[in-house]
Each structure stands twice: as C-alpha cells, then as structure tokens.
C-alpha cells in the first residue's frame, strides 16, 4: 500500500475506534488528510481533531487506548492542554486535539473534513475552516512590511558586529524574510497550490517559483549574515522605493562586518 492510502487508512481506523469506544461525536481530518488530499504525498501525517460529548474530553486526553487498539504508539508528547503529538510504531506522525462541540468555534484550522461521525449525531457539521479564528498573514500594503524589513538588515547587522551573530542571523534571515513573505503576493503572481492561512513559508517554491530561485542567496546560514544582508536589500531596492541614507547605514555596516570577517581570517 502506498503511503498516501495507508495515511487516510489509519485515518478511518481511529474513527472506528472512537465508535467502539463511545463518548466520541465527530472526526475531523485537517490539511492534507481534510480537503486538501490532492498534495498527500510520502513526507504528509495526521492531522486531526476528535469532537466529543460534554464530559468525555479528560477521558481522551489522558488515556490514549483508542489509538493503542488501531496501532500501537512508540512515542507520545503532550504539547497542548488539548492533544498530543504521536508516532505510531510504523513510522505514521500525527498531531491532533480533542474539543467538546461547543470548543469547536474557538479553534483555528482549515480544510476540515468529517472522516466520522457518530451515526446519532445530529448537531450541526463543522465549517471547512474556521476564517474567524486564522491569523493574517498576507498583508495589504508594502510599506509596513518592507519598512520592517529593513530596519531588521540595520538592527541585524549591528548585532553581528558586536559578535551576537544568532540574534543577528534571526533578524536579517528570519525576521525580514518574513515581512517580504507577507507581501510576495503583491510582488510576484501566485500560483494556486495550497496555500496554507498558519505559514506564508509553506510551498512557496510551488507558489511563487521565481521568487524561489533568489531566496537561497538570501538565507546564506550562520557564517554569512552580512552577505544575505546585502542580497535582500538589493530585492527590496528593486521592487520599493528605499530611503536611501538608510540603504547606505545597512551597506555600510554589512562592509564593516565583512571587513571585520577578512580581518579576523588575515590574523
């Protein structure tokens, strides 16, 4: 069986299992195993929301029997009030929580299927997605972003100067990347694959191919901030107006770090 049958398999079994063990009103598969199975592939897992009757929402959480009997699990971490992540002996991950009816509203997902439900249910089905409930992650205009943007290559590459080269690394590599991120819509034509309303980071290479081929030089690692520095200014000089006194600070202290790097190899 390939991966991707075996995947919504496993699936199906947990809810035959919560039949069996009752308590249980609703299965909702999210994300590539809700209404997004056309990108299952072999690196996909679980996601998945179990719904229950009031007063059965300790019983799921704390006594995990109902995924033992479909298969048993090597390795179980309680990361929220509400679920767990899990690895099932095959190899199988998944992430799920467990919500009384009336929680359901207060979560945010997308793509959500009912893979099952108790034949006595008659409540209402949950929405695809909870829109109400999804952070914004696409902004609207590029001045906040790019602005942003820039003032993480000044503050960056500052700190790399004074040798705090993480926090440098996280602002020129991580933070400001992000900021672009939010407006790559407004920069590039997207291409309809699945975006995800949790991360912009997710299938961007599908989504917006050119913009994939540029970024490596942008994120060059740990031992070359100043050099990725200098790669995303110069995109953001191309597609914004950029102070240009700001330009020159962030130009000048990137050749100062590197000068500095040269220096330090000379020695």
Request: hydrophobic share 35%; no cysteine.
């Given at each position: 069986m390939i991966r991707t049958e075996w995947l919504l398999q496993r699936l199906d079994e947990i809810g035959r299992s919560l039949e069996r063990k009752g308590g249980a009103l609703l299965l909702l598969g999210v994300g590539s195993v809700?209404?997004?199975?056309?990108?299952?592939?072999?690196?996909?897992?679980?996601?998945?929301?179990?719904?229950?009757?009031?007063?059965?929402?300790?019983?799921?959480?704390?006594?995990?029997?109902?995924?033992?009997?479909?298969?048993?699990?090597?390795?179980?971490?309680?990361?929220?009030?509400?679920?767990?992540?899990?690895?099932?002996?095959?190899?199988?991950?998944?992430?799920?929580?467990?919500?009384?009816?009336?929680?359901?509203?207060?979560?945010?997902?997308?793509?959500?299927?009912?893979?099952?439900?108790?034949?006595?249910?008659?409540?209402?089905?949950?929405?695809?997605?909870?829109?109400?409930?999804?952070?914004?992650?696409?902004?609207?205009?590029?001045?906040?972003?790019?602005?942003?943007?820039?003032?993480?290559?000044?503050?960056?590459?500052?700190?790399?100067?004074?040798?705090?080269r993480l926090s440098a690394a996280r602002f020129i590599q991580s933070y400001a990347i992000d900021s672009i991120l939010s407006v790559l819509h407004l920069l590039e034509q997207e291409v309809e694959y699945y975006p995800d309303p949790f991360g912009n980071e997710r299938r961007l290479e599908k989504r917006f191919p050119r913009f994939a081929e540029i970024i490596g030089q942008m994120m060059q690692g740990y031992d070359h901030v100043p050099e990725s520095a200098l790669r995303i200014l110069d995109f953001l000089e191309e597609v914004y107006p950029v102070n240009p006194r700001l330009s020159a600070e962030i130009r000048r202290l990137a050749d100062r770090t590197c000068q500095q790097e040269s220096t330090s190899i000379d020695s």
């Open positions: 809700g209404t997004e199975t056309g990108r299952l592939d072999d690196y996909s897992d679980l996601d998945f929301f179990v719904i229950v009757e009031p007063g059965q929402k300790d019983r799921y959480i704390d006594r995990l029997d109902w995924l033992e009997e479909v298969h048993p699990l090597a390795y179980a971490f309680k990361n929220s009030d509400v679920g767990y992540k899990i690895l099932f002996e095959d190899g199988i991950y998944g992430e799920y929580a467990v919500f009384e009816e009336s929680e359901l509203a207060d979560a945010s997902y997308s793509g959500g299927r009912v893979v099952w439900k108790d034949p006595a249910y008659t409540g209402k089905e949950p929405l695809i997605s909870s829109s109400n409930r999804l952070p914004v992650l696409k902004k609207s205009s590029l001045d906040y972003p790019l602005n942003e943007a820039l003032t993480n290559l000044y503050v960056g590459l500052g700190r790399y100067a004074r040798g705090e």
